[in-house]
């Protein structure tokens, strides 16, 4: 069987008041319903061989938030493999979005567990702007290391710097 592969796209603001922070979003549905550490990824999904990584991340992020991914410079943060085995790539994109706007896409599984009903939860359950910092602990781990990535070419071209003052 082939890897699973999934794309997406990391978006960054500059605040006054707290400096750089990332748009992260709580993974829906009831394993992930009472977790917060390690809980909340980026906008992102799974595609096939037939698609671009980049166009599933604009794709996966529409599907997901429920709005179009924004105009802006797609800066590339390569791949990372997570602990199961699925690779990511995102995209870092500066650009604003309010929160409140989000209608996130959904996805049915049996819940409870052999009950047989199945039943619709939301793929994110919340979304929110964060200080890099303050995502690190919130994401899953093997994403954090684009928020590591997103500070190299932030600091790379004279951004300010990610961790909290």
Request: charged share 25%; glycine share 12%.
């Amino acid at each position: 069987m082939p890897d699973k592969r999934s794309a997406g796209l990391l978006l960054f603001r500059r605040t006054p008041e707290r400096g750089v922070e990332v748009l992260i979003g709580h993974m829906g549905g009831p394993f992930w319903a009472s977790k917060d550490v390690s809980a909340w990824s980026i906008p992102k999904g799974e595609y096939g061989p037939e698609e671009s990584p980049e166009a599933a991340a604009h794709r996966e992020f529409e599907e997901e938030l429920g709005l179009p991914a924004p105009y802006g410079e797609r800066v590339p943060l390569g791949e990372a493999r997570q602990r199961n085995g699925k690779t990511v790539t995102v995209w870092a994109v500066e650009a604003d979005l309010d929160p409140t706007r989000v209608v996130p896409g959904t996805f049915t599984m049996e819940w409870p567990r052999g009950s047989g009903v199945q039943r619709e939860f939301p793929e994110i359950d919340r979304v929110g702007w964060f200080t890099p910092a303050a995502a690190a602990p919130l994401l899953v781990a093997g994403q954090r290391v684009f928020l590591d990535r997103l500070a190299a070419h932030l600091d790379g071209r004279g951004g300010p710097p990610l961790s909290d003052p």
